[in-house]
């Protein structure tokens, strides 16, 4: 689990050792950031504004919350040029993705592209087009990224229960999906673990469906998997509950890739802690606006540690339950 005493820390020692010890704007005023959620401030925004504080950056934080279905965009972008932010921060994907726009887009005249924007708790920064790459993002835009990597996630599967086959449900779609997955066989193959696949149905459209759901995870059962893993894959997200309840069902155990699977009846997940993340892109805003660093030419990134989540009631159905060690460390719901 990323520590905020050591994230802060190890902060603090890299900005003095940048050389910067009076941050603040040329006039001697508060750098002004806009602050755009979906649906107000959450952990990520907590650690966003106390980085920042911490460091003692003299910041103006406006608040902005544009609505799940995105329906204040249209006049929050009306009314940037009069709030004048020195750099906007945005929360999630499809908030960012309304306000940065696709890099790729042919008119970026909807979008925001004459000052910095700093993103957190966006997973697959590259499938939704917001950067070129994750380490020269390119642009105006940079961020926090909420994924684990694949490697990361299966170490702690093992050291949870040990197993020998692990079964994965996908769309098989999507660039950085695709690549995580191609991360998690390459991780199979290396550490002689057996990897059983399956892909979700496509519909009449060519997109994905939740149609035989619950007899892809039984295949998956009957194909020897030991832990269903939720790989991060965008659909796959959107039906969490229906997955993890038939992998119950068969007491297969599901290991997440996020807190939501968790949250929605995975056994277990290693997670980016949205507060942390909130702190990371501080640490970027604050490279932007003190030491003047274009915001494409600092990396995307996620975290460097994570935090053990256990639903305890999933463990309890299942009998399924991690050493005492992993135990006293972990985050405990259900």
């Known amino acids: 689990m990323l520590h905020r005493r050591q994230f802060l820390v190890t902060g603090a020692t890299a900005l003095a050792a940048a050389g910067w010890s009076r941050p603040g704007r040329a006039d001697g005023g508060a750098f002004r950031i806009l602050m755009v959620t979906p649906g107000g401030e959450g952990p990520a925004e907590r650690g966003f504004r106390d980085y920042l504080a911490t460091e003692n950056i003299p910041a103006e934080l406006v608040p902005r919350s544009v609505g799940g279905d995105l329906a204040g965009v249209a006049a929050l972008r009306a009314d940037i040029p009069g709030l004048a932010p020195d750099l906007v921060y945005t929360s999630g994907a499809p908030v960012t993705l309304a306000l940065a726009g696709p890099y790729d887009a042919p008119d970026a005249s909807d979008f925001i592209r004459d000052r910095p924007l700093v993103f957190a708790l966006v997973a697959f920064p590259l499938q939704d087009r917001l950067a070129r790459s994750l380490e020269a993002p390119g642009g105006n835009v940079t961020g926090a990224s909420s994924a684990v990597p694949p490697e990361v996630q299966l170490r702690a599967m093992q050291s949870y229960r040990p197993f020998s086959t692990v079964g994965i449900l996908h769309s098989n779609a999507g660039t950085q999906t695709l690549a995580l997955i191609a991360q998690t066989r390459a991780f199979c193959a290396a550490n002689r673990l057996r990897l059983v696949e399956q892909v979700f149905a496509g519909g009449p459209d060519g997109r994905p469906t939740a149609e035989g759901l619950a007899g892809r995870v039984s295949q998956l059962k009957a194909d020897g998997a030991e832990w269903l893993y939720l790989v991060p894959d965008p659909f796959l997200s959107s039906v969490y509950g ?38 990371l892109a501080a640490s970027q805003a604050a490279e932007i606006l003190v030491q003047h660093r274009a915001a494409g030419t600092i990396p995307i990134q996620p975290l460097k540690r994570f935090s053990l989540t256990i639903n305890i009631g999933v463990a309890k159905a299942l009998g399924i339950f991690p050493p005492i060690e992993m135990l006293n460390s972990a985050e405990i719901i259900g």
């Not at 069902?249 to 890739?257: M, N, Q, S, W």
């Not at 939501?260 to 942390?276: P, Q, T």
């Open 242 to 279: 229906p997955v993890t309840a038939a992998a119950r069902a068969l007491e297969l155990p599901t290991f997440g890739a996020s807190e939501a699977a968790v949250r929605a009846g995975a056994l277990a997940g290693l997670v980016a802690r949205a507060y942390s993340v909130g702190q």
